[in-house]
């Protein structure tokens, strides 16, 4: 398969390395880095790139990042960019690339523990994962031409350690296993479903 | 209780009058109706209202518009617009009313039965809910000074003739029993709560 993975960080490189071994031919895209460029805020930029880049059978988002701020102190830049990265960006995706899959073509995105445990400061985070777990589920149920949508929610990456202190106690995941969690996702018929890698059931 | 109500159709029209029977006193606001009008739009707006209404001890919202339309022909503006209205209009109500809400305040806001079910069309609404529902959930453990906050989930209404054909097979609920539900939110201790009127459970 020619799979488009949106992010080029931790998890979109384990991500990559995965489905790489599994035979699949990755086209990865970042903002400035990757295979090819776009931006996931700029619908006209994905509309552009998913007309160009021929057929292709899976779109995978380890992309899109939340703003982590106090609800009393969060401004309204920080509101407005994570809506406009993680939450609309990945929903842009879909929609700039429901014209060009694949029939049977799969879309994972990605939100985050945070959709149901709390963090500190972690409201922003929450409602937008919230946001994209909603679309999710929702347009699981309008996919066209025998495609399918689900997500992958990791917890807390183990390689991320700028992150890590922010979410005291909670284990981490290493990327490899969330990378495996979106070959799960491409492979099998799953439609509609939030794939966990919590470490924990509460 | 002085309570800011926003929203000034039939759950809105039905929450003052089960608030005003139950003695408390009500402020509604609307975008050209009610006692007074303010833009949930703009938070300035919002900023400018809560600093001007002296002390009050509740907001509840019933206000907050979501497009309708299938996923593949949804347009940026329907998205747009639907996240500014009901998912950040009602965020902000909170982020502008905090400031000036008296100790042990309560915000009410509302989501709907798309965020678990689905109609033909429902994504964006599904999308806006679960924002919504994930905003409430995240910022009840981020409420200052003893305030909580809670989240109303209608589904169809009895009097919405004009939604009516959109919810094929659901149960209606009466916009008096939603208000009562409102009701219970204001004046019993919950908190992050996601209070369902949906008629079905599953």
Chains 1, 2 share one sequence.
Request: glycine residues 12%; neutral net charge; proline residues 5%.
């Amino acid at each position: 398969m020619k799979i488009v993975l949106f992010g080029t960080g931790a998890i979109g490189s384990a991500v990559k390395d995965v489905l790489v071994e599994h035979g699949h031919a990755v086209v990865s895209i970042g903002r400035t880095s990757g295979d090819r460029q776009a931006d996931m805020t700029d619908i006209a930029s994905l509309t552009a790139l998913f007309r160009d880049l021929g057929t292709f059978h899976a779109v995978a988002s380890a992309a899109g990042e939340v703003s982590g701020a106090p609800l009393e102190k969060a401004t309204d830049e920080q509101w407005a960019k994570s809506i406009a990265g993680k939450g609309m960006g990945q929903i842009n995706l879909v929609r700039a690339a429901l014209p060009y899959i694949a029939d049977g073509g799969s879309f994972t995105l990605v939100s985050g523990v945070l959709t149901e445990e709390p963090i500190p400061g972690g409201s922003l985070g929450r409602t937008i994962n919230n946001m994209v777990e909603g679309f999710v589920k929702g347009a699981a149920t309008e996919m066209p031409r025998g495609c399918r949508i689900n997500c992958i929610s990791p917890t807390v990456l183990a390689e991320s350690t700028h992150y890590l202190p922010y979410f005291v106690g909670y284990t981490p995941v290493p990327a490899r296993e969330v990378a495996l969690a979106y070959l799960r996702a491409i492979a099998n018929p799953l439609n509609g479903r939030i794939l966990k890698l919590h470490k924990t059931d509460s």
